[in-house]
């Protein structure tokens, strides 16, 4: 598993913003756009960047904490 793949992202639209909010609370507040899709993938892409900076600092990396939601069966 790579390391960003532990991080919890989503999308979810903002009808205060009339915009989409891409987020990944561990590691950053959000970010914003208009296309889902590209949203997402420039998410993927800022958090390779934070993760990144976080490894070339020495630092470590905050533990995931927020999960999705799961199914009770």
Do not use: N
Not at 39 to 49: P, R, S
Not at 51 to 63: A, T, W
């Amino acid at each position: 598993m790579k390391r960003c793949d532990q991080y919890h992202k989503w999308i979810e639209w903002s009808e205060e913003s009339q915009v989409y909010i891409g987020k990944c609370p561990d590691l950053i507040t959000g970010i914003h756009g208009d296309d889902p899709v590209q949203l997402y993938a420039d998410l993927c892409e800022v958090i390779q960047d934070v993760i990144h900076h976080f490894e070339s600092e020495g630092r470590d990396l905050p533990v995931p904490r927020i999960r999705p939601m799961q199914e009770v069966v």
